[in-house]
């Protein structure tokens, strides 16, 4: 079975338990749908001893401190600014709730680090004549390695496109793979790049899944494998680029990438956000969306803080003044060696 049936089976299997489970608070005032926040989340998010280890996150404490900040004759406004704050405190960009007014974010996970890519410099490297297929950017640089630039998994990449671009690149001494700024999107689509760099199935991590209501009521890990496409496959060096904003199934796909022996990854470290994601609602009708199966790299260590580059680099001040990205130059020297 191919490794994105497995996942959509999990999904399914997760919508199933999740379904049964739903809350039964019934009001609708500032204090329902507090409860039915906190309890959603307690009952379904998967990260919260990883986090506790982390950072000493108290779920529990969590709801005393911000029960405190509920009272009934608050409005909307002042609910929905106590209850992103309460989410906020998982520390994941992954969470967001969502009402008509706003989208709460978890905005740390990258404003703490170097952003560590330029469009003005990047158009640089791509030339005016570039080429554009399925959302991919991608250019044959001066010293003969490939560029592709892919800013989102959102949108399917089609296998033709694919064929199309290592057909361009045939003669290329190897490949650069830009996923900086690449916030996921389609995990799938994010597999089906990641295909065409191995000759053989891979081990890549394990998944988990929720089982009951109880904060470590999971399924024992489930190995999960990459397969090699049925078409073109690249056969030469791969160098995968990232930075923080490399986030959500982005950081999926730089954890399969890393399993290849002909890839290495340049860079900063990876924004995290892995584990695959849950929905529900509040009485109000706001959404809640965070991960609820967590995700593991072939050694079983999370990856939800992020995947470190194998070589660490950031753009530096005197190379960005000079209109030269650093990390682009770093990964071309790798690539010659």
Request: charged share 20%; net charge neutral; with cysteine.
């Amino acid at each position: 079975m191919r490794q994105g049936f497995v996942y959509l089976l999990l999904f399914f299997c997760l919508f199933g338990i999740t379904s049964c489970i739903r809350e039964d608070i019934t009001g609708n005032t500032p204090r329902d749908n507090f409860e039915s926040l906190w309890r959603i989340i307690d009952r379904q998010y998967c990260f919260f001893e990883y986090k506790k280890a982390e950072y000493g996150l108290d779920w529990d404490e969590v709801y005393r401190r911000y029960s405190q900040r509920i009272t009934n004759e608050m409005n909307s406004e002042a609910l929905f600014e106590v209850l992103s704050e309460m989410v906020n405190e998982l520390r994941d960009g992954h969470v967001n709730l969502t009402s008509t007014m706003a989208v709460s974010q978890y905005r740390a996970w990258y404003d703490a680090y170097p952003r560590n890519f330029n469009d003005s410099i990047q158009s640089r490297y791509l030339g005016k004549d570039y080429s554009i297929t399925s959302g991919l950017k991608y250019q044959i640089l001066d010293n003969n390695i490939g560029y592709v630039y892919c800013g989102s998994f959102t949108t399917s990449i089609g296998e033709g496109a694919l064929n199309q671009i290592l057909r361009r690149f045939a003669t290329c001494n190897g490949i650069i793979i830009d996923v900086r700024n690449n916030g996921g999107g389609n995990l799938t689509t994010a597999q089906k790049l990641a295909s065409r760099f191995t000759n053989e199935k891979r081990l890549t991590g394990y998944i988990s899944h929720k089982t009951g209501q109880g904060r470590q009521d999971f399924s024992a890990p489930i190995p999960v494998y990459i397969e090699p496409s049925d078409n073109i496959r690249w056969q030469k060096k791969v160098a995968v680029l990232t930075n923080r904003r490399s986030y959500s199934a982005t950081n999926d796909f730089v954890n399969i990438m890393r399993a290849f022996p002909n890839v290495i990854i340049v860079g900063d470290k990876t924004g995290g956000g892995s584990g695959l994601p849950f929905t529900s609602e509040i009485p109000n009708g706001w959404s809640i969306r965070f991960s609820a199966s967590p995700m593991y790299n072939a050694q079983m260590q999370q990856i939800e803080f992020g995947i470190e580059p194998d070589v660490s680099v950031n753009i530096t001040s005197e190379d960005y003044n000079k209109g030269i990205d650093t990390i682009i130059e770093t990964a071309c020297k790798l690539i010659k060696q």
